[in-house]
Nanobody, 119 residues
Framework: QVRPVESGGGLVQPGGSLRLSCRIS????????MAWYRQAPGKQRDLVAG???????DYSDSVKDRFTISRANALNTVYLQMNNLKPEDTAVYYC?????????????WGQGIQVTVSS
C-alpha cells in the first residue's frame, strides 16, 4: 500500500501563507492525477484542488484565486501554495492520488497535516 506523505503545515495568522508538500512513491508519478483534500472538525473530507498528469488544475470555489496546486514530477511531489489564509481554512489537509475525471481519491490515505489559521 503506497501512502502519500504530507508536510509543511502549521499555525499561521489570517492573511498569511503556507506551502504544503506531498510525496508519493511510484515510477509512473508523472501520469498520476493528484489532489489535495481537507477535513475540518466535525465535517466531511472535501476536495480542495487537483492536478492531472497533463497539468490541468481544478479548485474548489472556496480557495480559487488564493491557492495554487503544482507538481514536480522529478521529485514525485505535489505542492499546495496557500495565500491569504482565512480562519475557515483551518483543517487537516491530505493529499492522494485520484481519478482524473472527478478526483475520486484512492483508498490509502497518509496521516495528513494540520493547518491552523488563527490570530
Amino acid at each position: 500500500q503506497v501512502r502519500p506523505v504530507e508536510s509543511g503545515g502549521g499555525l499561521v495568522q489570517p492573511g498569511g501563507s503556507l506551502r504544503l508538500s506531498c510525496r508519493i512513491s511510484g515510477s509512473a508519478f508523472r501520469l498520476y492525477t493528484m489532489a489535495w483534500y481537507r477535513q475540518a472538525p466535525g465535517k466531511q473530507r472535501d476536495l480542495v484542488a487537483g492536478i492531472t498528469g497533463e497539468f490541468r488544475t481544478d479548485y474548489s470555489d472556496s480557495v480559487k484565486d488564493r491557492f495554487t496546486i503544482s507538481r514536480a514530477n522529478a521529485l514525485n511531489t505535489v505542492y499546495l501554495q496557500m495565500n491569504n489564509l482565512k480562519p475557515e481554512d483551518t483543517a487537516v489537509y491530505y493529499c492522494n492520488r485520484a481519478t482524473s475525471s472527478a478526483y475520486v481519491p484512492f483508498t490509502y490515505w497518509g496521516q495528513g497535516i494540520q493547518v491552523t489559521v488563527s490570530s
